[in-house]
T-cell receptor, first 114, second 113 residues
Framework: DGGITQSPKYLFRKEGQNVTLSCEQNLNHDAMYWYRQDPGQGLRLIYYSQIVNDFQKGDIAEGYSVSREKKESFPLTVTSAQKNPTAFYLC?????????????FGPGTRLTVL | GDSVTQMEGPVTLSEEAFLTINCTYTATGYPSLFWYVQYPGEGLQLLLKATKADDKGSNKGFEATYRKETTSFHLEKGSVQVSDSAVYFCALSDPTSGSRLTFGEGTQLTVNP
């Protein structure tokens, strides 16, 4: 089955630690995205990648970093510089980012920083 | 910049009631408009879309019409079911930004039997 996998579903970390969230897709999509979801605020774009070895900042990139070394993988690192990291993180992909193409979402990772 | 505003929630309805969730937008160009749905504990799924003025998107009994004159894309369903309980997000894609989506804040819908 084609789709997007995010792991783990729940993640707990101590304050001051960096943590990396996994996102893998086998849809052969060029574009991938990371969103943060907070109650009552909808989804906000953190980073996106249009193609391998390329990525751009979204609206709330501070305190986060990404890499895109392989087409199918787009990991997100939440660094200790992120002031309020506890949130639900969603990864998405689309065929390309040139002109609109439907975004397909993973099941999400809920990060709690203690 | 682009923005999307949804009616405040949460919305609670009885089964078979009529549903309307309001959505208005601000965009510099001529955006495409979308409704996504998020069931508990899951990611988002595209529910319906409309790419130009007066287009009507429909799926699973839900409908929304792209109204350029009122910059709106309200979601409607004639008879809701308990299984429709979810969070609904209105979103837009500006043609100058490729596949980037701007989301509204989401509306929680609960349908009681």
């Amino acid at each position: 089955d084609g789709g997007i996998t995010q792991s783990p579903k729940y993640l707990f970390r101590k304050e001051g630690q960096n943590v990396t969230l996994s996102c893998e897709q086998n849809l052969n999509h060029d574009a991938m995205y990371w969103y943060r979801q907070d109650p009552g605020q909808g989804l906000r774009l953190i980073y996106y990648s249009q193609i391998v070895n390329d990525f751009q900042k979204g609206d709330i990139a501070e305190g986060y970093s990404v890499s895109r070394e392989k087409k199918e993988s787009f990991p997100l690192t939440v660094t200790s510089a992120q002031k309020n990291p506890t949130a639900f993180y969603l990864c998405a992909s689309s065929i390309s980012s040139v002109n609109y193409n439907e975004q397909f979402f993973g099941p999400g990772t809920r990060l709690t920083v203690l | 910049g682009d923005s999307v505003t949804q009616m405040e929630g949460p919305v609670t309805l009885s089964e078979e009631a009529f549903l309307t969730i309001n959505c208005t937008y601000t965009a510099t160009g001529y955006p495409s408009l979308f409704w996504y749905v998020q069931y508990p504990g899951e990611g988002l799924q595209l529910l319906l879309k409309a790419t130009k003025a007066d287009d009507k998107g429909s799926n699973k009994g839900f409908e929304a019409t792209y109204r350029k004159e009122t910059t709106s894309f309200h979601l409607e369903k004639g008879s809701v079911q308990v299984s429709d309980s979810a969070v609904y997000f209105c979103a837009l894609s500006d043609p100058t930004s490729g596949s980037r989506l701007t989301f509204g804040e989401g509306t929680q819908l609960t349908v009681n039997p």
